[in-house]
């Protein structure tokens, strides 16, 4: 697998968790008609008569996906309703998954010093996003974009059934706003977790320094050649850490890891012995006086 195939992994990872973590569906369990045997149509007819009147939430679920737990069942128990503590456990459950598949295939691609300023970009755009996703659970923004359509949005728990409203005919706010803001928190602190478990991981494996503080060296010539001298020195046993070196020139050539892997593979093949580059090079060097 090369490098750019390990970076959309681990993008995809964090993205994965970013959408997971996110509230998309909240089930009102409590209303002002806990104590009535009341059906939806009772609901519709009640906010029909009484148009000033909304439905008052007084306790909630928040979810990322009301359909999420309808798979994930217990066996005994195939209509259990969520709770958010169980929500919380899945989410923590998850972040616990994210932070070892990181600390796994860092290790083992970055191990002896490889791929280490390549990656050490990935990291930077990663924590960029994690904190992005963290200022967009504010309790305020959160409102702004929360979903609102016939898959996504308000529920209404009646007996042991739950039903789509309308958000203007709810009030989830009224009594539910702290529980609303205890949930986001709850979400910026496990995104905070796993920003400090990256960033020991980054600790760890790939405490250099970022890629655009290094000059931008334009060559006229074909990469190839770059590339082949980057490989000779590469190969030569005379530098203390190859990979790093390797790493800091391919990012000042701007060369790409797979343009790079491709280039070698290029080089390895084929029969008719140094480039023209390396050869007009040799003969610059025997001149020197």
Partial sequence: ???????????????????RIVINDIIGTSTQF????????????YLEENRDKLVQVRNAIMLNDINFYSTDANEKDPDRMPTNESEHVHLEKQKDEVVNFFETTVSKVCRKGENAYPMNSVF????IRIDEKSKQ???VKWFEKYPRTRDKGYYILLGNERFFFDEIKVDFVGYCADMIRHELLFRQELLQQLKNSLVNIFSEHLFLPD????????????KVDISELIYALFISDSLENPENAKGILLQMFEISQS??????SYIRNKRNGKSKFLVELAKKLDQIK
Avoid: R, W
């Fill in 124 to 127: 930077k755009s990663i924590i």
């Fill in 1 to 19: 697998m090369d490098f750019e195939e390990i970076k959309n992994k681990l993008e995809g990872v964090i993205e994965s968790f970013l959408d």
């Fill in 34 to 45: 806990d104590q009535t045997a009341i059906t939806k149509d009772d609901v519709e007819k």
């Fill in 137 to 139: 659970l504010d309790f």
């Fill in 259 to 264: 343009e790079y892997s491709k280039n070698v």
């Fill in 211 to 222: 890629h655009e503080f290094l000059p931008k060296i334009k060559f006229s010539g074909d």
